[in-house]
């Protein structure tokens, strides 16, 4: 009997589990929907995976993907052997005019961007701002409110220009620019002074944004008039401004030009580098990362924002390419550091940043699709369940003509906009 047990143990074993589970040859009980939830079977699309696309239905029940079928399906999708992709994210923008928020989210929904992160804005803009990001068709969006920098320091000259706007809007720059626009700060002191009136913020802000500014330079810069708007803050507070942010539960973001602010950035403890170092002067040498810089990126887990497009002229980004950014990319990717796709541009979103990447021969089409409509969303919001088409991920998605992995100018053929299971109707 004990020899018959010991040929025949994994026979045994085996029929158990089945007996016990109902695994073996048997269906996977499927999702039994309430009634009040809609029920959509999307077939006939070929659905990214992450590598590849691959020929499937799925189920959108609520606002939730399922790949197996429910047991109730209330209407049927013909994708047509449309490309599926999780939409798109935009990681560096700014809210500049809350008054145009319709058009500036429609805008982003139209080229299949669904997530936005404003590097740094007003709470009074995002306050206004609020109803239109409620709607359902509208972008996500997260805000670092003001950011911080040094008095006189960048970005003051550029939220400066808003004083010539007539009425309340210009009214408001000028009276209300610190605190209720740019925190300037000189020394600890003026941290705790500002630090309560930032996290008491109307929505309160979502990350934290320090701007450095040839930090390499900054003590002579910041007694030098002529170099208002040519610096940011002292990068001896930024360990200050991460601790008192880590300890509130936000992240910091860094604004950097050169790389001695990359790797001032790092030493301070910033979670996030929203720039790749780099600047129209002739000389490159100040805006090169080394190799170390992506060694000390990679052991920070730091994730860094391209917004190579952000000069706004395509000639000379694509110099800059030549002469900086490549050298920059090459290292961070060598060292496998986060890239986000970001843009920048006031009246643009990372369609054209995404183009630029392409134009660099730096990335394939499979990395510039995952960096845009995987790492980037889930960098953004960690804790949500998408940048996938998967089981139990929110049900948003866009559906493409053509493959991007063929041509990553495919991403501009959409088809179709689902978010959390509505389809977006787009004027």
């Known amino acids: 009997m004990r020899q018959f047990y010991e040929r025949h143990r994994l026979r045994i074993v085996v029929v ?47 606002e939730v993907f399922h790949e197996r079928r429910p047991s109730r399906v209330d209407s049927v999708v013909d994708l ?45 803009a995002r306050r206004v701002a609020e109803r239109a990001l409620a709607a359902p068709g509208s972008i996500d969006l997260l805000s ?32 209300s620019l610190d605190p209720g626009i740019v925190m300037q700060v000189d020394t600890k002191e003026d941290i705790d002074r500002r630090w309560t009136y930032f996290l008491a913020g109307r929505p309160r802000p979502d990350f934290v944004k320090v701007f450095l500014f040839w930090s390499e330079d900054y003590a ?15 990068p001896a507070l930024v360990p200050d401004l991460v601790s008192r942010a880590h300890a509130a539960g936000l992240q910091v973001s860094a604004h950097v030009y050169t790389a001695a602010d990359f790797r001032n950035a790092l030493s301070g403890g910033v979670d996030q580098i929203a720039h790749l170092p780099g600047g129209r002067a002739s000389d490159p040498t100040p805006f ?33 390419i030549r002469e900086q950014y490549t050298n920059n990319i090459r290292v961070l990717k060598a060292h496998g550091v986060p890239l986000l796709i970001g843009s920048d541009l006031a009246e643009g979103t990372a369609v054209t940043e995404v183009a ?16 845009w409509s995987v790492t980037t969303p889930q960098a953004l919001f960690p804790r949500r369940k998408i940048g996938r088409l998967a089981d139990g991920y929110e049900a948003s998605f866009i559906v493409l003509r053509e493959s991007p992995l063929a041509d990553i100018r495919a991403t501009r053929t959409i088809l179709t906009r689902v978010k959390r299971g509505t389809v977006l109707q787009i004027r």
């Not at 630029?356 to 995952?370: D, I, M, P, Q, V």
Request: hydrophobic share 35%; glycine share 10%.
């Open 288 to 320: 090169l990362l080394a190799d170390s810089d992506g060694v000390n990126a990679a052991a920070r887990r730091v994730s860094v924002v391209t917004t190579i497009t952000q000069h706004g002229d395509s000639a000379v980004t694509d110099r800059l």
């Open 144 to 175: 670092a409110n003001q950011g911080w920098t040094s008095p006189g320091g960048h970005p003051v000259e550029v939220v400066r220009r808003g004083e010539q706007i007539p009425g309340p809007v210009g009214a408001y720059v000028r009276d």
């Open 220 to 234: 002579r810069r910041r007694v030098d008039p002529r170099a208002e708007g040519n610096r940011g803050i002292d």
């Open 80 to 124: 047509a052997g449309g490309y599926v992709v999780p939409p798109f994210a935009d990681a560096h923008q700014h809210l500049y005019d809350p008054n145009r928020i319709s058009s500036w989210s429609a805008a982003f929904i139209r080229d299949g961007i669904y997530y936005v992160k404003d590097q740094s804005s007003a709470p009074l």
């Open 356 to 371: 630029a990447l392409a134009r660099s021969g730096l990335f394939t089409n499979l990395e510039l699709l995952t960096m």
């Open 16 to 62: 158990t589990m089945c007996a016990a589970s109902s695994a073996c040859g048997q269906p996977r009980p499927t999702f039994d929907p309430p009634p009040a939830m809609r029920v959509v079977e999307y077939r006939n699309g070929q659905w990214f995976d992450g590598a590849q696309f691959v020929r499937r239905p799925m189920y959108v029940a609520g």
